[in-house]
T-cell receptor, first 115, second 115 residues
Framework: GAGVSQSPSNKVTEKGKDVELRCDPI?????LYWYRQSLGQGLEFLIY????????KSGLPSDRFSAERTGGSVSTLTIQRTQQEDSAVYLC?????????????FGQGTRLTVV | AQSVTQLGSHVSVSEGALVLLRCNYS??????LFWYVQYPNQGLQLLLK??????LVKGINGFEAEFKKSETSFHLTKPSAHMSDAAEYFC?????????????FGTGTRLKVLA
């Protein structure tokens, strides 16, 4: 695949359940981001992975949110004990290098609905 | 930290009319600026970016944007709107925040094209 791949594309879950969202970045891209897009709002930064460095978790909204990136490639965003306010589109992006003038390449997102 | 303001959460234009989507940024140093487009149920796709050099940047699908340092603006334009341009548009700036390379997004402008 040439692009960033996210799965599932849609997820409906009951309040209180845990969910896992997967991101497969473009091969060779060193940096990986997770963003959250809520209705009527912009993109909210969640977490950033760069190579083998410790991730920047400063955007995670609560300790119910966690993410990991295995082998410098695939990343999983986990939300525990989901709440209705977690309903949003979760977007993953990757970049080939760490540079201010490099654009991010986005996946199609996972639409999470908590009922 | 830098911020991005997009004036007008919704913009409507007639097919064939000029498209103007506004973006202002806050930065004390030369910024790196991006415009992304998001079609329904898809991720973000890069339209164009400004890094250095020519202040008028041409992108895909006939869009262009002009970097105006004196106005701290990076407005997106297209001379003649097509129905297929209906989408949400995001302006973004890249920045280093606490050692992390981040993309800071505006809240988006939803463009509607009227037949």
């Amino acid at each position: 695949g040439a692009g960033v791949s996210q799965s599932p594309s849609n997820k409906v879950t009951e309040k209180g359940k845990d969910v896992e969202l997967r991101c497969d970045p473009i091969s060779g891209h060193t940096a990986l981001y997770w963003y959250r897009q809520s209705l009527g709002q912009g993109l909210e930064f969640l977490i950033y992975f760069q190579g083998n460095s410790a991730p920047d978790k400063s955007g995670l909204p609560s300790d119910r949110f966690s993410a990991e990136r295995t082998g410098g490639s695939v990343s999983t965003l986990t939300i525990q004990r989901t709440q209705q306010e977690d309903s949003a589109v979760y977007l993953c992006a990757s970049t080939p290098e760490v540079s201010l003038n490099t654009e991010a390449f986005f996946g199609q997102g996972t639409r999470l609905t908590v009922v | 930290a830098q911020s991005v303001t997009q004036l007008g959460s919704h913009v409507s234009v007639s097919e064939g009319a000029l498209v103007l989507l506004r973006c202002n940024y806050s930065s004390s140093v030369p910024p790196y600026l991006f415009w992304y487009v998001q079609y329904p149920n898809q991720g973000l796709q890069l339209l164009l970016k400004y890094t250095t050099g020519a202040t008028l940047v041409k992108g895909i699908n006939g869009f262009e944007a002009e970097f105006k340092k004196s106005e701290t603006s990076f407005h997106l334009t297209k001379p003649s709107a097509h129905m297929s341009d209906a989408a949400e548009y995001f302006c973004a700036v890249s920045d280093v925040v606490s050692g992390t390379y981040k993309y800071i997004f505006g809240t988006g402008t939803r463009l509607k094209v009227l037949a």
